[in-house]
């Protein structure tokens, strides 16, 4: 047999195969079986109008045979197979796909879903070989013909052995290497692996004779023919057919042994993208959730092929918990079929699965209250900075399903059930920041809201209030924060003899702000603390709760960041009021040492750190020790 030259830039082109399309050596095997698939695709859709040339559909099969003698691995199918013309044609022009030009030619793009689009998935051989024999036999033929090549030199067509139809194709893998263990696909456990990760759910058995220990001592092992594929997706199925504890055992042994999944969504959609899709919203979040080592994405198919492991364009980062996969028929992929060509079709999906996600959630916040509690203590922290995210793009899917903890008692409220206890005549929902909710109710701020008999939200995570303030309203109640100036919710009579105090007070108010040293932008008398005798409220964009935040960020402690404007507020009916009236003017020291530890009890109070602990133990030191002296 004369060797032939391949009929495109050969050398250049085969190169390119080999080292730059493919980023995985294995994926070899994936292209290899994929091929075998669309072979026996075509001979059965061909066999619907030349029976003669068909077989029963439980004998259609792709088989694997290792041999670690020979040092080969065997790819059959009893697939149409092919003549010596159309090897020379298919394998002896780089970048012809035998399987598209059948597809186009028959019109059939549902009945015949082939996956080869592009001939280039058989060269992905010789990633792993030096040497690549096919052999194969077309039906309806009586002889067969091999196609030989050992790479960009050129190949060789000839006759070749007596065969069944179909097509074996025979790797001669390259020797191994310090840095390359090729040999690792000739076993078992390797090949059984990669089926079930790249081609788990083609529609053919893929079978390999698996070794087995022999029975007695002195005994040869046994080999036993094993089917390495299930075939048919879960997902393939209608959701009425498949039992819970299918999907629990699916979800178990696809992403988290042992566990079950809090919800499961499954669907198909048709339309501009017509897809199928499996998700699974864990009940627990993984141990590296929080983390930056933690991948989100959704495992990716094309007509049951594995073409991402993760696809991270699915999923937003709020969703980024959900595992799964998406299996399309429409996908337009890339040469290499690891990644797509457009982003349209992924952006169609992506928003399909928010939308459907989120409803999902919505139901089980419904339906079981307690899980979706249970679900909302592992990923609420997700969801809250998926509303804080792109601008709040994505609030109306995510509003109903927070949770918070309030002034009403343990129990957790969304923002509808908070609203729905709403007394007549309250104009805002009030919210208070803290470490804990211990912590928030016992802020002064909250006193003087819940003294009025209105709930107040406990925000005790750093996303909280960035969260609130991205929303901004809920229904047509504004967000206030208890700290903030403008959230007393005093009457207008009281207001206005708060007012009248504050003005009477101007001259000593005005003496303590300047003490301060431009630390607070104002001083004045509320009657709105209960027993408390001091607070800071905060007025402009940044509350003190915010600034508390971006301090503990990297670099917050040094780095400029936004700081909160306050405003030193002193309870007008507690003692420390009048002794400060008092000591002004005539005792001006005094009261300036006051303004220092009222405003340092302020700032511990709302959480803040003091700025000066050393000063302040020496002025509380001086008042102790002098004796009321005048």
Aim: charged share 30%; aromatic share 8%.
């Amino acid at each position: 047999m004369r060797k032939k030259q391949f009929r495109t830039e050969s050398r250049k082109m085969l190169d390119m195969m080999i080292h730059s399309i493919y980023t995985h050596r294995e994926i070899f095997l994936r292209e290899l079986v994929s091929n075998a698939s669309d072979a026996i695709d075509k001979r059965a859709f061909r066999a619907l109008t030349e029976p003669e040339i068909g077989l029963p559909r439980e004998q259609y099969a792709i088989t694997l045979v290792p041999d670690k003698a020979q040092r080969t691995l065997t790819v059959r199918d009893n697939g149409c197979g092919m003549t010596a013309e159309e090897l020379e044609q298919n394998l002896g022009t780089i970048a012809k796909s035998g399987s598209l030009e059948f597809k186009r030619a028959n019109e059939t793009p549902e009945e015949v879903p082939v996956i080869g689009q592009f001939g280039v998935g058989f060269y992905s051989a010789f990633m792993v070989s030096d040497r690549v024999e096919v052999r194969s036999r077309a039906v309806g033929t009586a002889e067969s013909a091999v196609w030989v090549s050992e790479g960009a030199d050129g190949y060789t067509v000839g006759e070749g052995p007596a065969m069944e139809p179909g097509t074996e194709i025979v790797l001669h893998l390259l020797p191994d290497t310090e840095d390359e263990h090729y040999g690792e696909f000739l076993e078992d456990y390797r090949l059984r692996a990669l089926v079930r990760k790249y081609s788990d759910y083609i529609r053919y058995p893929i079978r390999m004779a698996v070794e087995t220990p022999a029975e007695k001592e002195g005994e040869a092992p046994v080999r036993r023919e094993e089917t390495l594929n299930s075939m048919t997706p879960l997902w393939h199925r209608s959701p009425k057919d498949v039992k819970p504890e299918e999907y629990d055992s699916f979800y178990a042994d696809k992403f988290a042994p042992g566990e079950r999944p809090a919800r499961v969504v499954h669907f198909r959609t048709e339309g501009a993208v017509s897809y199928e899709a499996l998700l699974f919203v864990p009940a627990r979040a993984p141990f590296d959730f929080y983390s930056r080592s933690y991948e989100k994405g959704l495992q990716l198919y094309c007509n049951g092929m594995l073409v991402m492991e993760r696809c991270a364009e699915l999923l937003p980062d709020c969703f980024s918990f959900v595992r799964g996969m998406v299996d399309s028929p429409d996908f337009t992929l890339n040469i290499s079929r690891e990644t797509l060509q457009h982003d349209r079709q992924l952006q169609l999906i992506g928003r399909g699965l928010e939308k459907r996600i989120s409803a999902e959630l919505e139901k089980l916040l419904t339906e079981d209250r307690p899980a979706y509690e249970a679900f909302f203590g592992e990923f609420g922290t997700q969801l809250k900075y998926g509303v804080y995210a792109d601008f709040g793009a994505r609030r109306e899917l995510l509003e109903k399903l927070l949770l918070f903890r309030s002034s009403k008692g343990d129990a957790l409220t969304t923002l509808a059930e908070y609203a729905a206890r709403m007394p007549e005549g309250q104009k805002a929902i009030y919210y208070a920041c803290a470490e804990s909710a211990a912590a928030a109710a016992l802020l002064p701020q909250t006193e003087r809201v819940t003294a009025r008999g209105y709930e107040v939200l406990f925000l005790t995570e750093d996303v909280d209030e960035f969260t609130l303030r991205i929303l901004g309203t809920s229904g047509d109640k504004p967000f206030a924060n208890v700290s903030a100036e403008d959230a007393d919710p005093a009457t207008d009579a009281e207001k206005e003899a708060l007012r009248a105090e504050n003005e009477g007070a101007q001259a000593l108010l005005g003496y303590l702000k300047e003490q301060l040293g431009g630390k607070v932008s104002a001083v004045r008398f509320t009657n709105a603390l209960g027993s408390h005798a001091v607070c800071l409220a905060s007025t402009g964009a940044v509350s003190t709760g915010m600034e508390k935040v971006l301090s503990r960020m990297p670099g917050g402690e040094t780095a400029e960041h936004p700081k909160a404007e306050t405003i030193l507020e002193i309870n007008l009916n507690h003692p420390v009021a009048a002794a400060l009236k008092a000591l002004y003017p005539d005792r001006k020291e005094k009261a300036a040492a006051y303004a220092q530890i009222l405003y340092a009890q302020a700032r511990l109070i709302c959480g803040l750190p003091v700025e000066n602990p050393t000063e302040l133990s020496d002025l509380v030191c001086g008042l102790m020790t002098d004796g009321g002296k005048e």
